[in-house]
Nanobody
Framework: VQLQASGGGLVQAGESLKLSCAIS????????LGWFRQAPGKEREFVAA????????YYADSVKGRFTISKDNAKNSVNLLMNNLKPEDTAVYYC????????????????WGQGTLVTVSS
């Protein structure tokens, strides 16, 4: 499985942005597709995840209520809709796949796409 993230850009605080992760190959139904982010000088942190075989979703507290993760089986992709963006959301965003079904632990994700930069100005 190969992953390719896209959709990053520069927006103002309060605006929205949608990230997409194109997946080559078919994830197992038990796989989890997740989004992580890494700001300059900080560790990579969990943002959101969705189980490929169901619609169960999971969110970090910092984005709950603002971000929505979804999957498109027909397009074999996972999307992250980010509303009401804040300057602290500025980071490189990565999509990743966990075959073991892990949710928030980056070390348990085996496949990673390249990052896409999101910059939120105040």
């Amino acid at each position: 499985v190969q992953l390719q993230a896209s959709g990053g850009g520069l927006v103002q605080a309060g605006e929205s942005l949608k990230l997409s992760c194109a997946i080559s190959g078919r994830p197992f139904s038990s796989s989890v597709l997740g989004w992580f982010r890494q700001a300059p000088g900080k560790e990579r942190e969990f943002v959101a995840a969705i189980r490929w075989g169901s619609r169960n979703t999971y969110y970090a507290d910092s984005v709950k209520g603002r971000f929505t993760i979804s999957k498109d089986n027909a397009k074999n992709s996972v999307n992250l809709l980010m509303n009401n963006l804040k300057p602290e959301d500025t980071a490189v965003y990565y999509c990743a796949r966990s075959k073991r079904g892990s949710i928030s632990q980056a070390l348990e994700y085996e496949d990673w796409g390249q990052g896409t930069l999101v910059t939120v100005s105040s």
